[in-house]
């Protein structure tokens, strides 16, 4: 049975950091590439950062320079470390993973990349029940 659980998240004041941890059980190898969404109430969910086939990351622009994404496959485990956190960076932040990864060509631009693995992981992903984020002024 695949499960996929997160943690590391809190409430911290804005300027502050905080580091998300997934945890990823129940499959035969590493996951292929895992990902990090966040929602608001009331807004679709939408992709924060990716990490594919162990060193490629996709990060959408509001994030860029402040969040990294990394993975350890020896621990089937992922993080998302957040500097600099501000309060539009509340939400409720889930991981996603996959045995599988999507098409990713030289071609596509980091954005069409993003998009890509956004819609993968939502038609093929294993989720987590997520963890809340919450970054006051």
């Known amino acids: 049975q695949v499960q996929v659980v997160e943690s590391g998240g809190g409430s911290v004041q804005a300027g502050g950091s905080l580091k998300l941890s997934c945890q990823v059980s129940?499959?035969?190898?590493?996951?292929?590439?895992m990902g990090w969404f966040r929602q608001v109430p009331g807004k679709k969910r939408e992709g924060v950062a990716h990490?594919?086939?162990?060193?490629?990351?996709f990060y959408a622009d509001s994030v860029k320079g402040r969040f990294t994404i990394s993975q350890d496959n020896a621990k089937s485990a992922g993080y998302l470390q957040m500097n600099n956190l501000k309060p539009e960076d509340t939400g409720m932040y889930y991981c996603?993973?996959?045995?599988?990864?999507?098409?990713?060509?030289?071609?596509?631009?980091?954005?069409?990349?993003?998009?890509?693995?956004?819609?993968?992981?939502?038609?093929?992903?294993?989720w987590g029940q997520g963890t809340q984020v919450t970054v006051s002024t």
């Open positions: 990490i594919y086939a162990g060193g490629y990351k």
């Open positions: 996603a993973a996959a045995r599988r990864g999507p098409v990713i060509t030289s071609h596509m631009t980091a954005t069409e990349a993003l998009r890509v693995m956004n819609t993968f992981f939502e038609e093929s992903g294993d």
């Open positions: 129940g499959y035969t190898y590493e996951p292929n590439c």
